[in-house]
């Protein structure tokens, strides 16, 4: 399948007659503080947080199938992440990285502008994002803030429920992620 | 010439006859003074044929003449030469000739001792008659060719040329000697370099003590003392503490001491101690080893779908 590179070309457009910022093919824009938008939705419930982030991701992966004809079915990796991190790029939420731990995925996200705990709001956008490119019930569980690198771990619904209570009893993310390593149970074992 | 020489040659007769006369001998036969031997008399007509000017005439005289006309005929036909008083002259017969020359042999013999040097005037020729001198000219000459004459040194003047090898080796010898004779350089033993040749040779003492040189023990000489050489101290139980141990004394004794304790020495390096250090792996190539088992899928749905069958059990 023939793919074109990602282009960010007149990606952003300003209308400053208009007073209008627009993304290519999309629809209109705000430029908004960080602190601003921070404050918002540390004030807002988890949830609401969640659908935040889920209209980010899912408008981010949209523009970048388009890159695919809307099929990735042969797409490899790299230019999946070409494509899909370049449009995260344009929205300014950081630069976004795939890393392999033996089967196990992680999303990483660098240079974000946000929050070190903004990590929530980070995997619902990778997350909206991931279901949108590939059609897959697939859940994203925070990891933590290492260095200004959010570490997002890509698990099946019911592989992330579990992981997420283990995080929470207290879990280092690396034993986690070599238990995930050595289990032999898929789904939602 | 010719002439000059002959006359001297006479005038040497004439010697020895006189000579022969001082001689006591038997009492002659009778009427033998008037009677001239047939040798004698052709002799003299050889002579007066061979030689006629004066010299031969006087030689002729000398033969056939009585004794007491020989000076009177001497003083005649020669008038030039002195002869000298003869005191007395007696008759000559062949058997004074054949003394004459035997005796003359002899006193030859003797002269050839004190050999006058080659440079020198030839002697005369002593013989009773012509042919007796022109033959003992010729043996002389034959003697004296035996011994080939050598190009002599400036100094040295007439020698006796060293023999060839072909002449010292005997006949009879086998062919092998012949060539080992041959090649042999050494002079043979018995010729003996003249003082000429030797020029100014030195000859030296014959050793007295050689036996005493042989029993004594070679002796070692030792080389002079250098002035760089200093004689190091005899050990005296002391040491100088300002000189520092070299810098491997410490790895040495070290090393000594695990002998001795019976523990294996390290191999000595530079500084007596080999240090093993390990290489520094760098933080990639440890990542490399870890997740080497997994593959790496090749589509980005794999490796979602691989990710999504992991669970916790």
Known sequence: ??????????????????GVVRLKDSVDHLLVPV?????????????????FGHRLGTEAARRALEGFAGDITEASPEQVLEHLGGHLALLGLGSLDFERWGKVLLAVVEHSPLPPTAGALLAAVVEAALQRTASRDVRVVPLGDEGGRQRLLVLAPAAAEKASGLLAEGVAADTLIARLNASTTAGDA | MMVQDRIARLQGLLARVQRNAAVPRPARAAGGASQRPEAVQAEAAAIESSV??????????????????????????APGLEIGEVEEVVEIDVDDVVEVTEQEVALTEELAEERPPASSRRPKVAAGSMDEALASAAEQLEEEREAPLKTPPPESGRQVAVPAAEDLRPSGAPPDLEVAVAETPAAPSGVVPTAEQLGQTIELEEP???DLELAAAPQQTSPPPSALEVELPLGSGSYAEAIEAPASARAELLRRRMEEAGEPAAPSGPEGVERLARPPVAETQVVEVAP??????????????????????
């Open chain 2, 292 to 313: 080497a088992a997994a593959r790496a899928p090749q589509t980005f749905l794999q490796l979602l779908d691989q990710a999504l069958s992991l669970g916790l059990d």
């Open chain 2, 52 to 77: 006629p000017d004066a010299a031969a005439e006087v030689a002729a005289q000398v033969l056939l003449a009585e004794p007491s006309e020989m000076a009177v005929a001497f003083e005649a036909e």
């Open chain 1, 35 to 51: 602190d601003a938008l921070t404050e918002l939705w540390q004030g807002a419930g988890d949830e609401a947080v969640r659908q």
């Open chain 1, 1 to 18: 399948m023939a793919h074109e590179r990602f282009d960010p070309a007149r990606a952003v457009r300003f209308d400053l007659n208009q």
């Open chain 2, 208 to 210: 007295t003590a050689a």
